[in-house]
């Protein structure tokens, strides 16, 4: 089967840098995306990483091992508008689908 | 403007009745899916298509049914068979199945009481 871990909730300030990890285990592997969350909202997708390495957008960078079955995403200078939920995704073993993580709160205070 | 569209935003039904929840994108996509999410829970799939006439179960179909006769429309019925019906439902879509790029629609918060 698949699976994703990550932490249930994240805090942090204004201007600071939060690291979000994700461990996963998977039968085949087709990389790892993750997507945003605002509460109420839609999913929106931020990135993804098929290969190992730091994948950078804007003040959002995504990082992927696959030798070690392990992402993050990492947020910087953190604005109140950063306050969401995160979720961490791998395709299904066929490819066809998406499998989500159970998402990591982060909420940024002043 | 291109983008995913479910309707109603909220909806309210009464124990052992079906109800269909609409789902419409006109993004050109061939691959469509419905997620439930509830608290702490993530998002978990139901049923996912990858092209017209065709659909299939993920990890939660029981209880639902779908149907996908036009590429841009994709309903979800939650049937009374559904054992905890209240939730938040997301539709998405995608260029091909399997893509690692959903489009979300908005979502349909579902109480069933």
């Known amino acids: 089967g698949q699976s994703l871990e990550q932490p249930s909730e994240v805090t942090a300030v204004e201007g600071a840098i939060v690291q979000i990890n994700c461990t996963y285990q998977t039968s085949g592997f087709y990389g790892l995306s993750w997507y945003q969350q605002h509460d109420g909202g839609a999913p929106t997708f931020l990135s993804y990483n098929g290969l190992d390495g730091l994948e950078e957008t804007g003040r959002f960078s995504s990082f992927l091992s696959r030798s070690d079955s392990y992402g993050y995403l990492l947020l910087q200078e953190l604005q109140m508008k950063d306050s969401a939920s995160y979720f961490c995704a791998v395709p299904n073993q066929a490819g066809t689908a998406l499998i989500f993580g159970k998402g990591t709160t982060l909420s940024v205070s002043s | 403007d291109g983008g995913i569209t479910q309707s109603p935003k909220y909806l309210f039904r009464k124990e052992g009745q079906n109800v269909t929840l609409s789902c419409e994108q006109n993004?050109?996509?061939?691959?469509m899916y419905w997620y439930r999410q509830d608290p702490g829970q993530g998002l978990r799939l139901i049923y996912y298509s990858q092209i017209v006439n065709d659909f299939q179960k993920g990890d939660i179909a029981e209880g639902y049914s779908v149907s996908r006769e036009k590429k841009e429309s994709f309903p979800l019925t939650v049937t009374s068979a559904q054992k905890n019906p209240t939730a938040f439902y997301l539709c998405?879509?995608?260029?091909?199945?399997?893509?690692?790029?959903?489009?979300f629609g908005p979502g349909t918060r579902l109480t069933v009481t």
């Open positions: 998405a879509s995608s260029i091909n199945s399997g893509e690692t790029e959903q489009y």
């Open positions: 993004l050109n996509h061939d691959a």
